[in-house]
């Protein structure tokens, strides 16, 4: 069956970078497409961007262009999301999800990470 | 980008009554929209795709409708579990974007 498994919580001091990692099983991870979100607890959910696992190519919500880097390691079927210069506003809980490509929808997500920016 | 607007932001409804969430575009998402479940601490869990399309595993109590800008999510008969926030979720167009959510409650 399809598995997202995030990486756990994190704490990083304001203007430091954190890499997330969503690794996945029970399904083709080279010839699919990843999306994450940012959500703020309490809050409504952001898309960040999506990658395609085949050639690692990116589409990306202008808002987190430069904040955020998607990347794939097809290896171990995994994908992970750079964030950089972390700022409080960053705090949030992350999610990965697979982009179903026969009808184009995001059918399975990880868990989440929590990102806390504190110094 | 496209807005995405939900009404009401919070509802209160008794088991077995009928429910319906609005969700209402800032332009024509051509039936690009999809319905998600939250609960508290979970990951949001798909429900309807593509306006009337009930993911699989989800009861048949969930519908949607709707076209053009304005769509509906209905719970025929809310059961305990259904307490959650709904999310609308346009794919129309680059910056896919949620609404504000509907928080469901039980009366």
């Known amino acids: 069956q399809v598995k997202l498994q995030q990486s756990g919580a994190e704490l990083v001091k304001p203007g430091a970078s954190v890499k997330l990692s969503c690794k996945t099983s029970?399904?083709?991870?080279?010839?699919?497409?990843m999306s994450w979100f940012k959500q703020i607890p309490g809050q409504s959910i952001e898309w960040i961007g999506m990658i395609y696992a085949g050639d690692g190519g990116t589409g990306y919500n202008q808002k987190f262009k430069g904040k955020a880097t998607l990347t794939v390691d097809t290896s171990s079927s995994t994908a992970y999301m750079d964030l950089s210069s972390l700022t409080t506003e960053d705090s949030a809980v992350y999610f990965c999800a697979r982009y179903y490509s026969a009808d184009w929808y995001f059918d399975f997500w990880g868990p989440g990470t929590m990102v806390t920016v504190s110094s | 980008d496209i807005q995405m607007t939900q009404s009401p932001s919070f509802l209160s409804a008794s088991v077995g009554e009928r429910v319906t969430l609005s969700c209402r575009a800032s332009?024509?998402?051509?039936?690009?929209l999809d319905w998600y479940q939250q609960k508290l601490g979970e990951a949001p869990k798909l429900l309807i795709y593509n306006t009337n399309n009930l993911h699989t595993g989800i009861p048949s109590r969930f519908s949607g409708s709707g076209s053009g800008t304005d769509y509906t999510l209905t719970i025929s008969s809310l059961q305990p579990e259904d307490v959650a926030t709904y999310f609308c979720?346009?794919?129309?167009?680059?910056?896919?974007?949620f609404g504000a959510g509907t928080k469901l409650e039980l009366k």
């Open positions: 979720l346009q794919r129309n167009s680059w910056p896919y974007t």
């Open positions: 029970g399904y083709t991870f080279s010839t699919s497409y």
């Open positions: 332009q024509n998402i051509n039936k690009y």
